[in-house]
């Protein structure tokens, strides 16, 4: 059987979740360049992704650099779910989609930053790790709540 195609009008209001998508590109420019300034400071060798925990425990530099490094690779592993779900919900839903990638974006630069001190504990600074994580359930349900509508028009 023959699948019919079908054409997708965007909504106008589309602008903002495609911007918020982009500015997690530089979100991600922006960590890689930090890591690559702690990795130097701490004299960590590719293709070393962490320092060790005896080079951590003696040296503040390599400390500071496994928790920038963590905060870039906690970030990669949620990317994907921000960028899929915010470009979805955006179909039916723009601008919270919008908002809700951008506010993800924002909290993870507090998060940055705060995990980037070598304290890991200040990860949360300012709420970031909460406020984000409620900012990605946001744009599962909105996405979610979107293919539902989609499949129920088929």
Known sequence: MASALTGLVLPKEYAYPAASVVSTFYLLFWQAFRVGKARKRAGIEYPQVYADKVEAAAKQEAQVFNCTQRAHQNTLEVVPIVIGSTLIAGLSHPVAAGALCGVWTLTRIFYTIGYATGDPK????????????????????????????????L
């Open 122 to 153: 200040k990860r949360n600074r300012f709420g970031a790790a909460v406020l984000g994580s409620l900012s990605v359930l946001g744009l599962v349900g909105t996405a979610t709540a979107t293919v539902v509508s989609l499949i129920r028009s």
